[in-house]
């Protein structure tokens, strides 16, 4: 893979993760809620959920998820109950935050794992990942280290990306005074959640 080719890709990907959705609302939530060192376990969770759909699209199974319906439903419908979920518990989330007293009643493993979800069960990554992956592989060339690149790339980037916005997010913090704010803060979230279910519900494959 030369170089022009990566560095076009490495543009489309850093485009692709700035992009609002599902894993942004998740992390500059839990930044704001929890911390940044605490949100480091949903940024790796995000990208253990990115790479499964990498992982899929690299053995294949990614284009079967995508020209199949009936996969494609289940696994959209599953993220989009799972992120409606996400949504109402945080309208229904007591502020938790302080100046003086971080939140400590939620753990990094259970971060991590929502984080997880969150990333596997939205189907439009792999149909943008079919969609994408084959426009920068030179078929002349061994495609398996080709895939590596583009995946470790996206990977990267996300990574980079998450932790801007969980960076920029935990910041907030120091600006919230009150519960009343917090609880506001937490129904913006669970609605920005809402949506983002209400959107992949409208995917199609």
Known sequence: MNIEVWLAYLATAVVFSVAPGSGTVNSISNGMVYGFRKSL???V????GLAFHI????VGLGAIVAQSEMAFSV???VGVI???WLGVQKWREKAV???????DNVSAQSLFRQAVFVNMTNPKTIVFLVALFPQFINPNEPQMMQLIILGATTVLVDTCVMLCYVSLASKLTGYIRSSRVMNTLNR???SMFIGCGALLA????
């Open 55 to 58: 992982i899929l699209v690299g």
């Open 41 to 43: 376990a949903s940024i």
């Open 82 to 84: 799972y992120l409606v």
């Open 202 to 205: 409208s995917a199609r494959a």
């Open 97 to 103: 935050i302080s100046l003086d007293t971080p939140a």
């Open 75 to 77: 696994i959209k419908w």
């Open 45 to 48: 969770g995000l990208q253990a």
């Open 188 to 190: 913006v979230f669970g």
